[in-house]
């Protein structure tokens, strides 16, 4: 007896794609449809029907801010983060489609969700699930709507009482990096000098090429130009190739436009005579400083803004000997390490900075896409002033016997939410560098000199004797 063989069931037919493609069919819809928006909930549109879109298909809801033209128009307790595109799955709940940009351009076929571009497209999917993707919307914002007053608008939609625990501080902080219309962010410079070529001054005169301008980067020698330069190749070979993956024609492009806004020389007074902006970044020395300031002083245009990049020392011992007229362009300007990834500019005043040297480093910061914030001519200015008490309180404790290092460093991780802990950020930002600072308090300290909050620390003190300096001594309060 033959055995018959169980035949396979057959599968439905897949129906066959359109020969025009989902993106044709889509830019054949009139514009105006995407780029107008809606004014109030009963205009809100039909979707455009995806031939590929399955709605039993689970989609990830995005949120976004509508339209850039219209989002900004609509009443400020108005939910913005509808969409005029939803899938019908998503109708009877509030819609979180991805309309971002000035017209939408692209379809995912998956899901019929509708964005500004397929580069859009493929950021949004490189992120990882549930992460706050509100800032690409703001970046379409920003091609529309520019200036102090757009800043203004957005600001007041996003801080709704009924937004504010939706809105992350990233789409913020997206928007303000590209405002480059605002006024804050136009500063009358067309060169910068910056002396020094280390980490610090290599890594602001990177900003600062990268932001058009022109930089002079000055040293002692050819030796130490040229190597503050391998310092901003490499660094800007991994901006580019976080900021062009895969091109690699487009990232080498970028380096060498780069380097060729940087001029290297050891001519310390040519530097300065052609200069709009003088950033220091030198060694933590008042009488070294100055006498670099006194040559800024003679050659130096009349409208040149000095600064220093200085993290400890007062800003007003190091402009001591400059002229009368002189001291009302000068300020502190402190940028932190890695100065490419650090966001935070502290400007530092003292009691004769003009108010128009002050706006315009704001500008210049903001030019950079960094965040500026103003201080007075206070030891260790904002965030000196609060995280080296801190760190000192911590090193304390472990000579107490209170708790371990690494007891204390998990309890402000787990317990605070800190990044890292206190020894480790220690052991990171180098133990010399808190000693240098902590003794500069306690010997001559405005309202700190002689005080318990600055008294130095024997174990500090003996880590840096030993020569174990944190993590670039290979040990610390830990090994590496």
């Known amino acids: 007896m033959k055995s018959r063989r169980a035949q ?4 439905p037919s897949t129906p066959k794609r359109p020969s025009t493609p989902v993106r044709e069919q889509f830019e054949q819809k009139p514009q105006s449809h995407f780029k107008n928006g809606i004014t109030n909930l009963n205009e809100i549109s039909k979707p455009f029907k995806n031939p590929h879109y399955n709605p039993k298909r689970r989609t990830k809801p995005v949120k976004q ?16 983060y509808w969409s005029i595109d939803a899938p019908p799955s ?65 600001h007041k939609t996003l801080f709704a009482p009924r937004h504010q625990a939706s809105i992350s501080i990233r789409a913020i902080r997206a928007y303000a990096s590209e405002a480059k219309n605002s006024d804050e ?11 020094g070529s280390g980490l610090m001054g290599s890594g602001i005169a990177q900003v600062a090429a ?85 040559i800024f002083d003679k050659v130096a245009p009349s409208h040149t803004i000095l600064t220093s990049n200085t993290s400890s020392l007062p800003i007003e011992a ?4 400059l002229s009368d007229k002189r001291k009302t362009q000068l300020a502190g300007l402190h940028f932190f390490n890695p100065v490419p990834q650090m966001k935070l500019v502290e400007i530092v ?42 760190l000192v309180e911590a090193i304390r404790m472990l000579e107490r016997g209170d708790a371990t290092a690494q007891d204390i460093d998990t309890a402000m991780k787990f317990g605070a939410g800190y990044p890292m802990g206190p020894f480790e950020l220690l052991d990171y930002v180098g133990l010399d560098t808190v000693k240098f600072i902590l003794d500069g308090w306690y010997k001559e300290g405005k309202g700190l000199a002689g005080s318990d909050l600055a008294k130095p620390s024997e174990k500090l003190d003996s880590l840096v004797a030993s020569g174990r300096l944190g993590v670039k001594s290979g040990g610390g309060f830990y090994d590496y």
Not at 349 to 362: E, F, G, M, N, V
């Open 8 to 11: 396979p069931k057959s599968k």
């Open 65 to 80: 801010i509508l339209m850039a033209e219209k989002a900004l128009d609509w009443p400020v307790d108005f939910p913005t």
């Open 90 to 154: 998503l109708e009877p709940r509030k819609k979180y489609c991805d309309i971002t940009g000035l017209e939408a351009r692209y379809t995912d076929p998956k899901t019929n969700l509708r964005y500004h571009s397929a580069e859009v497209y493929s950021t949004i999917k490189r992120l990882p699930p549930g992460a706050e993707q509100s800032y690409l919307a703001l970046r379409n914002a920003n091609v529309v709507l520019s200036g102090r007053t757009a800043a203004q608008r957005i």
């Open 185 to 195: 962010s136009s500063a009358p410079f067309s060169s910068v000098t910056v002396l």
């Open 210 to 294: 990268t932001a058009n301008y022109k930089v002079n980067l000055v040293d002692l020698s050819e030796d130490l130009v040229q190597k503050g330069q391998s310092y901003i190749i490499k660094s800007l070979k991994r901006v580019a190739k976080k900021k062009f993956q895969g091109d690699e024609p487009r990232q080498s492009q970028f380096i060498d436009e780069t380097l060729s806004r940087i001029s290297l020389t050891t001519d310390t007074e040519s530097a300065a005579a052609g200069a709009d902006l003088i950033v220091e970044a030198i060694v933590e020395k008042v009488d070294t400083k100055q006498s670099v300031f006194s």
């Open 318 to 321: 190091i402009g001591e000997k």
């Open 349 to 390: 005043r003292t009691d004769q900075t003009s108010q128009d040297t002050s706006d315009k480093l704001r500008g210049f910061v903001a030019s950079l896409n960094k965040a500026p914030v103003m201080c007075k001519d206070t030891p260790g200015f904002i965030v000196n002033r609060l995280l080296v008490p801190y």
